[in-house]
């Protein structure tokens, strides 16, 4: 069974960095796309950001874009995230996903969300102001 562990979350005041890491454990066969998505308190799922498992292609929300940079080494299954110039809005707890099988550029729209095959228990990222 394979399982995904995230780390790196932590406290960082606005501006500052943090860099997510995330691993699939147990026996990896599959091809995974990965990503994040974040959930921050009183809020729905969000995507975030996805890779494809070449590192070829990648898809960000647009208010991440140009400081978040999604990132993995090819072919294998281990994603990294870093978030620089962070502001408070990105608090939330940050899901590591993957999927053989859903195109990442699906992966924005919420009726695909059950559909992506694993998920991760999650990392807390707070952003104080």
């Known amino acids: 069974q394979v399982q995904l562990v995230e780390s790196g979350g932590g406290l960082v005041q606005a501006g500052g960095s943090l860099r997510l890491s995330c691993a699939a454990s147990?026996?990896?066969?599959?091809?995974?796309?990965m990503g994040w998505f974040r959930q921050a308190p009183g809020k729905e799922h969000e995507f975030v950001a996805a890779?494809?498992?070449?590192?070829?292609?990648?898809r960000y929300v647009d208010s991440v874009k140009g400081r978040f940079t999604i990132s993995r080494v090819a072919a294998e299954n281990t994603v990294h995230l870093q978030m620089n110039s962070l502001k408070p809005e990105d608090t939330a707890v940050y899901y590591c996903?993957?999927?053989?099988?859903?195109?990442?550029?699906?992966?924005?729209?919420?009726?695909?969300?059950?559909?992506?095959?694993?998920w991760g228990q999650g990392t807390p990222v707070t952003v104080s102001s």
């Open positions: 996903v993957a999927d053989p099988h859903a195109p990442i550029s699906y992966w924005r729209f919420q009726a695909v969300y059950g559909y992506l095959e694993l």
């Open positions: 890779i494809t498992w070449s590192g070829n292609t990648t």
């Open positions: 147990g026996r990896t066969d599959s091809h995974y796309d």
